[in-house]
């Protein structure tokens, strides 16, 4: 065949999920053979060039076909030579796009030439945003060609509006080549594997369990499954996330010896939440493309046992995936309860219990990112409806976005709700957890930097944190033919580290604590929900999700199981708890005098209980009693509970939200007077409380007192700021540091002339980076006490900062705090600090978190080590030992004593779990024993490169890869279709030589402070 092209590319694009926004793209015809204009057709070498926008693309392709010779450039980096024409050529282009970088508009160059005839290209580029759109752009009279090249003419800059436009020879399949080039021969040259569900064998399970792939579910025809429930029968209806919903006869059903998908009728799809009851099935739907978000209700209108009447009982709104998600069976069997995530606006309530006077509340204007700016509470929500949907009643608030929940045998719910990954290694990153959803619930999530921690009482705190991750479905696993404990357990799925975990929950008060096990775990395993069937006995888990290739599966426990009597510890007082909640939707005049005596419970459920049925009553039955009790705990709950019944009255305009910090010479803190009474009894109540008394939850509560008392009732007075001043003075540095956070903000707050000079040495020696960021947030609304000095000492930590590690907003969250406090610089300030203010931080990532280089001593070993364990753990340094944790890195991935990223495990019971040696172990050979709860995997591609790390993201094909656990916010992405093998990493993420630049005191004082557990007053710290 003669040479006249020189045939070049198919190029195949694949993104992630933000390229698509939910917009439909048309498709276009197939691809063209294009050249040069007809007056310079007989050039044997041309030069194409083409923009290509990379914005969310998790993979991308290139496959070309070539005559003589083409070369292939992105951005002016070669990426492919190809000279052999009988054979088209492949190519990953994910690393040459750099598909992480901020950067996204490139350009893809090609010089094509063919020496016995004129030179052209075919080229095609398909994108599929891996959530919910594809879309394909061709070759055609769009692209620009040249035959001679300027320079520069292979970069983004390059103006080619010289160029001519490309001309279209002829179509793909068409002209000379259509015997040889095709899209079949393209698409060959690929060495792609189809991926399927992933095999059990490759699977870890729970000793005795046993899992079996009942179904690899056809992408291409049923797309990926993320929700399921079981009828009457044991059949199961599952839903594909961007279709229609299936109906499935799992084999032992019904006698079915094979397993039968089928399609259901009725036009409905879309799902995040499935359930049959009361002779129908209800469908939530988290509106992606056809049907409208909100709850429906799906009938058989002629006894067929087809499913084929629809009727929309509440349109819900929500975008992406936090919209409207799971509905279960109310325990009263005559309601439905709805679960929706944090991007769904508030439906119609025509009761609640939570007190509808939820508010962002806090002290200073919170550290902004980009998700959900300006979104106020709050936040995800759960409701409970009729069977008609016609009564909604608000039972909880404030969650990220729980995808599911599920009812234990005494009535009481339980969720796991979501991180926000993007902000890691931050003071308000707070970990996925179980939540026990009890009546009336706050959460306290808030957008960006908004969120609050587990000790502000006015929230409810979590049963157990679980850590980084993606939940989705949860379920007891009562009614499956597992062993007692099992049966017991709350089975919660964790959708991008592929775990089941099995949480085996304590009754502890009037709630639960929770100890996690992980059931099953895979390679990957992207689970979306789990069911326990009824009729058979057996546990159902999907994966899928976000068009990733899913499954279904079956687990059951084929051998002898132990029943065991379950105990029924803490019975008094979820009694107490649950009669306190009938007062949760007001209207009895008895409820103060009820729950008054339990505002001082040591129990926080149940004096939560009790603050809430008091909020429902109007505040002039109890205001007095609030500013005449004595008990402290008591006094503080009810003040507390006071506060929150104001309404804060100027609530900014999005996305500013927050009240500003005030000025205090123009704030009129007694402009109305009421408000400002009020203000003047909590302050006068709080005064007869004596601070050194006051156990740290106490004193956490008695702050959070003052910021509601200020930020919704009225400001203190300059007598009352001035005595406020006093105080916190005296109170600083205690030995909790988080309460020296809450009294840094006030301090902040009132403007205290001090408080440079107290909290820029107490930003430089706070521990960890959330304990500093925390600091720093606080110091940027700071406008008087400033020195030179302490200024200049202020902005080298942005230096230091810039240099951590996080999620994917942690540097915008820098950025922005740095920002801020320029901001409040004038002129002639901001110039003398510009060498400071533009400096880089250190590349070493442990002098960054030492916050000073430090030099190599030694390679320690175990040999010389391990004897100083049994001798000389006594009279060790504590603070030393926390310094160098910080200056090891530790801070970076692991949390200890509270404090700390959440990457890697957390530290804190070590001790408890391993011995000295074992510790000491752990830290000099990371690699010898790896925790299977955080293990690396290794992925080679079929053109043998090689990743390590840990899979966090999926999407279409596209896998999502941690590999450095300091900067857990820089991702790897993998194309599943080019993956050869996955497996477990024998080495761990974990770095060595993180003792290299520690002395031997430095060493013991850091192996001290470990198996203290952060307890200062451990025996080992005592001075002899």
Known sequence: MPRRFALACLLILVPALAVAQGKKQAKPGPPNWISTPR?????????????VNSSG??????????GDRVTVFVDGEQVLVHDDPTKPAFVDLSKPLDLDAKQKQHVLALVVENESGPAGLLAKLEFDSGWRDSWTIVSDESWKTATAADRGWKQVG????????????????????????????????????????TSPESMKVAKGFEVELLYSVPKDEQGSWVNMCPDPKGRLYVSDQYGRLYRVTPPGILGAKDLKVEPVPADIGEAQGLLWAFDSLYVCVNRTKQYPGGLYRVTDSDGDDQLDTVK??????????????????????????????????????????????????RLLPRPQGRFMRGTRAPGGFICKTDPNGEKWELIASGFRNQFDAAYNTEGELFTYDADMEWDLNTPWYRPTRICHVVSGAEFGWRSGGGKWPVHFEDSVPPVVNIGPGSPTGVCFGYGAKFPTKYQQ?????????????????????????????????????????????????????????????????????????T????????????????????????????????????????????RYAARIAIEHRPREEWMQKAFDEKDPQAALTALMGLARTFERKEKGKEPDIDSPAPDWATVDPDADLERARVRREILASIDELDWKQLSTQQKHTLLRVLTLTFVRVAPPDEQEREEMVRRVEEAFHARDPDVNVGLARLMVYLQAPYAAEKLVPALENAATQEQQIDLAATLRHLRTGWTPELRERYFKWYTRALGYGGGASFKLFVDNLKKDAVALLDAETKKSLEPILNAQPPKDPLAVFAGEKREFVKKWTMAELAPLMETKLVARDFENGRKMFAAAACFGCHRFDNRGG??????????????PR??????????????????????????????????????????????????????????RKQIDEMSQAKSSMMPTGLLDTMNEDEVLDLMAYLLSRGDRSNAMFEKK
């Open 563 to 606: 029943d065991l009597p379950v105990a029924n510890a803490g019975a008094d007082a979820r009694k107490t708890r649950r009669e306190l909640e009938t007062h949760h939707l007001g209207g009895d005049e008895t409820t103060v005098a009820k729950a008054w005596p339990h505002l001082g419970s040591e129990d926080r459920f149940v």
């Open 312 to 361: 929309s009982l509440r349109v819900l709104g929500g975008r992406g995936e936090h919209g409207p998600h799971a509905v279960l069976l109310h325990p009263d069997g005559e309601n439905i309860v709805v679960v929706c995530g944090n991007l769904t606006p508030l439906t119609k309530i025509d009761t609640s219990r939570v007190p509808q006077t939820w508010d962002e509340d």
């Open 489 to 561: 357990a709350l089975f919660a799925a964790d959708w991008s580290y592929g775990k089941l975990y099995a949480v085996h929950l304590d009754a502890d008060g009037a709630s639960y604590t929770g100890k996690p096990e992980e059931f099953i775990t895979g390679i990957p395993l992207p689970l979306t929900d789990v069911i326990v069937n009824p009729q058979d006995g057996a546990m159902y888990f999907l994966i899928g999700g976000r068009k990733v290739q899913s499954g279904l599966y079956r687990v059951t426990f084929p051998g002898d199981r």
């Open 918 to 975: 074992d510790v000491l172990e752990s830290v000099l050979e990371p690699s010898k024993v790896v925790s299977d709860q955080y293990a690396a995997v290794q992925i080679v591609t079929l053109d043998g490169k090689v990743i390590v790390g840990r899979i966090v993201n999926l999407a279409g094909d596209s896998v999502r890869v941690q590999t450095n656990m300091l900067d857990p916010g820089s991702l790897v992405g993998v194309d």
């Open 158 to 197: 390059f103006d080619d509006s010289k160029w001519s436009d490309a001309r279209v020879v002829a179509a793909l399949g068409a002209g000379p080549f259509a015997k040889t080039i095709n899209e079949a021969a393209l698409a060959a040259a690929a060495p792609l594997k189809q991926p399927q569900a």
């Open 902 to 915: 959440a990457v890697g495990p957390d530290l804190t019971s070590l001790s408890g779990r391993f011995s």
């Open 57 to 66: 693309v998790a993979s991308a392709r290139l496959f070309l076909a070539a």
């Open 39 to 51: 007056e310079a057709s007989q050039s044997p070498r041309v030069f194409f060039r083409k923009p």
